[in-house]
């Protein structure tokens, strides 16, 4: 079945450093790809999403590229702030007959200043 | 901003008890759902509901999960019999239409002793 791979964590850098989360995907069809954040005690806020192979999503800062010769979704930052300790979710809708997200196990991201 | 509530944000059980989760969606929010996320594992879709009625579950949602949208505002999750299996955070979600964002709650940590 369709499945959701992330790079382990926790990731820690410091303020402004580059970012990447990676994520690969597992797929039959051609399926939306999101990324989530979880800031600490809240519930999960959608980041960014790309709905089609090499459409960019972005938001805050963030982008991830729909990559289907690679089956990839990967994060980036250019520089991370302290608020962006979170942890970070890659994960796909399939589309068709169901709208279900699956995940990834998330990320835990730690920017110390 | 709108937002998804769920109670408890933490609730202990005995083995064998019955549990109920209670999730607020978003007012105007037709389409809802519920993940669980056992520790260190992955978010894992559970069943979605549509029209008063269970549009999707995964193998998961067994006999001993109910859902139910008891008034205008309310969906809930009952487990009938817990296991300590089922020690996990679970998250409500919604969303205004079927293909749209799904609008995450902060999640209830269930332990099951």
């Known amino acids: 079945g369709d499945s959701v791979t992330q790079m382990e964590g926790p990731v820690t850098l410091s303020e402004e450093a580059f970012l990447t989360i990676n994520c690969t995907y597992t797929?039959?069809?051609?399926?939306?790809l999101f990324w989530y954040v979880q800031y600490p005690g809240e519930g999960l806020q959608l980041l960014l999403k790309?709905?089609?192979?090499?459409d960019k999503g972005s938001n805050k800062g963030f982008e991830a590229t729909y990559r289907k010769e690679t089956t990839s979704f990967h994060l980036e930052k250019g520089s991370v702030q302290v608020s962006d300790s979170a942890v970070y979710f890659c994960?796909?809708?399939?589309?068709?007959?169901?709208?279900?997200?699956?995940f990834g196990t998330g990320t835990l991201l730690a920017v110390q200043p | 901003e709108p937002e998804v509530t769920q109670t408890p944000s933490h609730q202990v059980t005995q083995m064998g008890q019955e549990v109920i989760l209670r999730c607020v969606p978003i007012?105007?929010?037709?389409?809802f759902y519920w993940y669980r996320q056992i520790l260190g594992q992955k978010v894992e879709f559970l069943v979605s509901?549509?029209?008063?009625?269970?549009?999707?579950k995964s193998e998961i949602f067994d006999d001993q999960f109910s859902v139910e949208r008891p008034d205008g505002s309310n969906f809930t999750l009952k487990i009938r019999s817990t296991k300590l299996e089922d020690s996990a955070m679970y998250f409500c979600?919604?969303?205004?239409?079927?293909?749209?964002?799904?609008?995450f709650g902060p999640g209830t940590r269930l332990t099951v002793l």
């Open positions: 790309a709905t089609k192979a090499d």
């Open positions: 509901f549509y029209n008063n009625e269970i549009s999707e």
């Open positions: 979600a919604s969303s205004e239409s079927e293909r749209a964002t799904q609008y």
């Open positions: 994960a796909l809708s399939e589309g068709g007959a169901t709208n279900k997200l699956i």
């Open positions: 797929a039959t069809g051609y399926p939306s």
């Open positions: 007012s105007n929010h037709l389409y």
